[in-house]
């Protein structure tokens, strides 16, 4: 065989291997998650947007977990409008939930406009089931939304939801209403039950009944970054998320995050955070 041709034939083999590689490499990062069709909503904080949510969603779609993106605008009366492209079926689908009031503090608002938003999905796209992730306010969304549809077998089903430096148990910083402020001497038990609690949590506590039994898997994410506070949330006032839905969960996990990075408004750009949502929202179980 003449040089010139076993060069090309070297050429097309090196060629080969590296389409074939690329292929299973590409299958293998594939199969790493879930194929499913639920929709996982993603809930920006206080003040914020959907823009904050961006580098967790990013993270996301870099990893393979899905190429569909879509958001849902919600104006302050609850009309929703969604944008973006998606088709029934899409695989892992996310949706960006932006408020237009993002400083509402009438929590039961928020459960209005996570049930307007996840009602236009299932009458568009056919979604029965969800996540939920929130970052601090956007907390409330979750819990507000189970309050009022926990029970309700026509709405879609929860099947987790990520919370991410949530205020349950209150606010510290001057200002905030007496409502949602977090009591003075605030502590909790070892089923993280508050010992003095604000009307807004007493409100919050009725989802120990609302939400359904062993069906919605809950990881809690809170920062600190010393004296058991990311700097905006005390810890207790995260981690009083245990009382009101541990003892009805599928499962209840907590993760502390560390570090300069554990902040309250850093911790939604936070890569132990992506991670760990990842994993527990999309990530197939080892055999």
């Given at each position: 065989?003449?040089?010139?041709?076993v060069?090309?034939?070297l050429?097309?083999l090196?060629?080969?291997?590296?389409?074939?590689?690329?292929?299973v490499?590409?299958?293998q990062?594939?199969?790493?998650?879930?194929?499913?069709t639920?929709?996982?909503?993603?809930?920006?904080?206080?003040?914020s947007?959907?823009r904050a949510?961006?580098?967790?969603?990013?993270a996301?779609?870099?990893?393979?977990?899905?190429?569909?993106?879509?958001?849902?605008?919600?104006?302050?009366?609850?009309?929703?409008?969604?944008?973006g492209?998606?088709h029934?079926?899409?695989?892992?689908?996310?949706?960006?939930?932006?408020?237009?009031?993002?400083?509402?503090?009438?929590?039961?608002?928020?459960g209005?406009?996570?049930?307007?938003?996840?009602?236009m999905?299932?009458?568009r796209?056919?979604?029965n089931?969800i996540?939920?992730?929130?970052?601090?306010?956007?907390?409330?969304s979750?819990?507000y939304?189970?309050?009022?549809n926990?029970q309700?077998?026509?709405m879609?089903?929860l099947?987790?939801q990520?919370?991410?430096?949530?205020?349950?148990?209150?606010l510290t910083?001057?200002?905030?209403?007496e409502?949602?402020?977090?009591?003075?001497?605030?502590?909790?038990?070892?089923?993280?039950?508050p010992?003095?609690?604000n009307?807004?949590?007493?409100?919050?506590?009725?989802a120990?009944?609302?939400?359904?039994?062993?069906?919605?898997?809950?990881?809690?994410?809170y920062?600190?970054?010393?004296?058991?506070?990311?700097?905006?949330?005390?810890?207790?006032?995260?981690?009083?998320?245990?009382y009101?839905?541990?003892?009805?969960?599928k499962?209840?996990?907590?993760?502390k995050?560390?570090?300069?990075?554990?902040?309250?408004?850093k911790?939604?750009?936070?890569k132990q955070?992506?991670?760990?949502?990842?994993?527990?929202?999309?990530?197939?179980?080892?055999?």
């Amino acid at each position: 065989m003449k040089k010139s041709s076993v060069g090309t034939a070297l050429v097309v083999l090196v060629v080969l291997a590296a389409i074939i590689g690329g292929a299973v490499y590409h299958t293998q990062k594939n199969n790493r998650f879930v194929h499913s069709t639920t929709a996982t909503l993603f809930f920006h904080g206080g003040g914020s947007s959907y823009r904050a949510e961006t580098g967790m969603v990013n993270a996301v779609k870099r990893a393979g977990v899905t190429n569909t993106i879509i958001r849902a605008d919600v104006t302050n009366n609850g009309k929703v409008t969604l944008h973006g492209n998606m088709h029934r079926g899409a695989i892992n689908p996310i949706v960006e939930v932006n408020y237009e009031n993002n400083r509402q503090l009438d929590f039961n608002k928020h459960g209005e406009y996570a049930t307007n938003v996840v009602k236009m999905l299932k009458e568009r796209y056919g979604i029965n089931k969800i996540n939920m992730v929130g970052h601090s306010l956007g907390n409330i969304s979750i819990i507000y939304y189970m309050l009022r549809n926990g029970q309700n077998k026509d709405m879609p089903k929860l099947e987790k939801q990520v919370d991410i430096a949530g205020h349950f148990g209150g606010l510290t910083f001057d200002g905030i209403p007496e409502d949602i402020a977090q009591p003075a001497g605030m502590k909790l038990n070892f089923a993280g039950k508050p010992n003095h609690m604000n009307a807004t949590y007493k409100q919050m506590t009725a989802a120990r009944k609302d939400y359904p039994k062993g069906q919605v898997a809950v990881l809690n994410i809170y920062g600190d970054i010393g004296n058991h506070t990311d700097g905006r949330v005390t810890n207790a006032s995260s981690r009083s998320l245990q009382y009101l839905v541990a003892s009805r969960a599928k499962s209840y996990t907590e993760l502390k995050v560390t570090g300069k990075n554990a902040q309250h408004s850093k911790l939604h750009d936070n890569k132990q955070v992506d991670q760990a949502l990842i994993k527990f929202l999309w990530q197939r179980k080892s055999k």
